[in-house]
């Protein structure tokens, strides 16, 4: 539908813009002694004028102007159209003359179609002038709509990235950090503000890397440290923490943050469920074309489970399937009081965009 | 009464530090008296059927037992609970259920005040929690993966595919598994719904069995069956136990 057609208040404005034209006609074309017989026949005429006007639009739009089709390809329909619109203003008023004298109420309106010509070169000179402002109107709207689809677009990316930072860092990691720092804060100032750095520089890690990024094993690792570097002042001496990479997997990329879920789960449902603790074990190396991941620890087979344990190792799954197919594996298995969680994924050197 | 009187309380998180927070508000409250510290379920369960307190500052996440399970097996010993986590959905919704007070991590001196003050108010009035609604809400009807039992201070952790069969007696049931034979005070109809899905049935008013410890099922006198079990134990069956039994085979 015509974008002024769907908004009465718009429509409204559209008319009174065509107010100022028919008193223009009044005056300039209307004698001293029958300014009443100019209103009555231009006025009417100008707001018919006014919806034939909007058939511009349409013109316009089987028309649009862009680098590929330019305005001059356009012309000869534009022309065309105002002469069409030119005589249809002869026609109306023509007709509109003969119901006004029809009427017998005095007014005398012949005198205005005794020079047709005129009436035509205003019809299709108007017409002209609806035609650039319905150009105009699409141009700004669809400059409307862009911004708008840009606006909306980097609100789901930014929604997108505070789910994925959401999933990543634990509410129950975060809060009890936070409460060790509270704690130390009283008996222990030293060891609070250095948790405090710890929990902000993991903050940031996770902020910073994007959950499409790749980042080689090295980096990836050593944000994992951080990690346990606070687990480990949470939880004291019950964690110790082994962790290995053989030089050529250093070197191999992944997608960012795919170890963490692991090793939070490692910590999370092994030692904390451990009375004296224990030590989680993470190593790296390549084999051939791929690169093999392995994180263990001690763990309670007995350990009372919680809600929605497992959900953690079903991301890094979708995401190794999301990036890889079926070249990205994660395999759990829980034995004799040790869970083993193994990844593998194709060994890549630099860091390569999946799906570009 | 005007003297002041002494409160017993327990502190019952793994996390050193967590407990540690609590001692230090804890000073300037003169009434309270910290009696034990305990860092997992099992030391929470032994220090309070022991000590008996009147309060129990219990953290939900722990090792061996979570903080549930702790007040399933304590149940009245503590005349008063309060409840500290970071962050535990089920946990949370569950409390608010039943209108009982928590402290969330990292909390406050003026909030935990606030919560002492409450628990003070409930040890006066002898105002006892809602155990039961609170395990049930929490556990949302699921079926439970262990049974735990608790024989004074000591704590039995019976995975329940380890059950053969359950009896009731009277106020109680007595478990059969790995050979032995404990009693929990709980009665075999609860028990049987907490296992809904692990693959036990009623067979009998009085019992319910893992079916997978069935060997055959045998005909005694006067139409009634007997089911013998894999170890040569026999059991009756009611006529609508078999009717289920069968339906099951």
New interface residues.
């Given amino acids: 539908m015509h974008p002024i057609l769907a908004n009465a208040r718009q429509l409204g404005m559209y008319l009174l813009a065509y107010l100022p034209i028919g008193i223009v006609l009044v005056i300039g074309l209307g004698h001293r002694d029958a300014w009443g017989t100019a209103a009555a026949f231009f006025l009417p005429l100008t707001m018919l004028y006014a919806f034939i006007g909007l058939s511009a639009y349409y013109l316009c739009l089987a028309f649009p102007i862009s680098s590929d089709q330019p305005v001059w390809r356009a012309v000869p329909a534009h022309m065309s159209a105002a002469a069409c619109v030119g005589a249809l203003c002869v026609g109306a008023a023509w007709l509109w003359a003969a119901v006004l004298e029809s009427l017998n109420i005095g007014l005398q309106p012949q005198v205005f179609i005794e020079q047709p010509w005129l009436l035509f070169v205003v019809g299709a000179v108007l017409f002209w002038l609806a035609i650039a402002l319905h150009y105009v109107l699409i141009a700004s709207s669809a400059s409307q709509r862009s911004e708008q689809r840009a606006l909306e677009s980097g609100l789901l990316a930014r929604e997108a990235e505070l789910k994925a930072l959401r999933a990543q860092i634990d509410p129950h990691f975060l809060f009890n950090s936070l409460n060790s720092i509270s704690a130390l804060t009283g008996s222990d100032p030293p060891s609070a503000r250095k948790m405090c750095l710890l929990l902000a520089d993991f903050l940031r890690d996770t902020l910073r890397l994007g959950a499409t990024q790749r980042i080689s094993l090295r980096e990836e690792l050593s944000v994992v440290q951080r990690y346990l570097a606070i687990e480990q002042v949470r939880l004291g001496a019950r964690l110790k923490v082994d962790c290995a990479a053989s030089e050529p997997a250093g070197g191999g990329y992944l997608p960012a943050l795919l170890l963490q879920p692991l090793v939070e789960n490692a910590v999370l449902h092994g030692i904390a469920h451990l009375i004296d603790g224990g030590t989680v074990t993470i190593g790296a190396e390549r084999q051939g074309a791929a690169l093999l991941i392995r994180v263990s620890n001690p763990s309670d087979p007995a350990r009372p489970r919680r809600p929605r344990a497992g959900l953690g190792l079903l991301l890094v799954r979708q995401r190794l399937q999301s990036e890889y197919g079926a070249a990205g594996q994660l395999h759990t298995r829980e034995e004799q009081g040790e869970f083993v969680a193994e990844v593998s994924l194709p060994f890549t050197e630099k860091e390569e965009a999946a799906d570009e | 009464m005007n003297e002041i009187t002494q409160l017993k309380a327990i502190i019952v998180d793994?996390?050193?530090?967590?407990r540690?927070?609590i001692r230090?508000y804890l000073m300037q409250h003169s009434d309270i008296q910290v009696v034990a510290e305990c860092?997992?379920?099992f030391e929470a369960v032994k220090a309070a059927s022991e000590l008996k307190p009147d309060l129990l500052f219990l953290d939900i996440?722990m090792?061996?037992?979570?903080g549930f399970?702790v007040l399933d097996l304590i149940g009245r010993d503590a005349a008063s609970v309060i409840f500290t986590t970071?962050?535990?959905e089920?946990a949370l919704r569950a409390f608010d259920v039943h209108a009982v007070d928590y402290l969330?991590?990292?909390?406050?001196a003026e909030r935990f005040d606030e919560a002492l003050e409450l628990a003070r108010v409930r040890i006066r009035k002898r105002d006892a929690l809602p155990i039961r609604e609170l395990l049930d809400t929490h556990r949302e009807g699921a079926a439970i993966?262990?049974v735990l039992i608790r024989n004074r201070s000591n704590v039995h952790?019976i995975?329940v595919e380890q059950i053969d069969y359950v009896e009731a007696q009277d106020d109680y049931v007595s478990i059969r598994a790995a050979g032995r034979s404990y009693l929990k005070e709980q009665t075999l109809g609860e028990l049987e719904a907490q296992l809904a899905g692990k693959g036990f049935l009623r067979i009998h008013r009085r019992y319910v069995l893992n079916v997978s410890r069935l060997a055959k099922i045998e005909l005694s006198e006067k139409d009634s069956r007997i089911a013998i079990l894999n170890d040569k134990t026999e059991l009756p069956i009611s006529r609508s136990g078999y009717t289920k039994l069968r339906g099951l085979l």
Avoid: I, M
Wanted: charged residues 35%; negative net charge.
């Fill in positions: 793994d996390e050193a530090h967590a540690a927070l230090e860092a997992n379920g996440q090792p061996k037992l979570d399970e970071a962050y535990d089920y969330l991590k990292p909390f406050g993966d262990r952790v995975p």
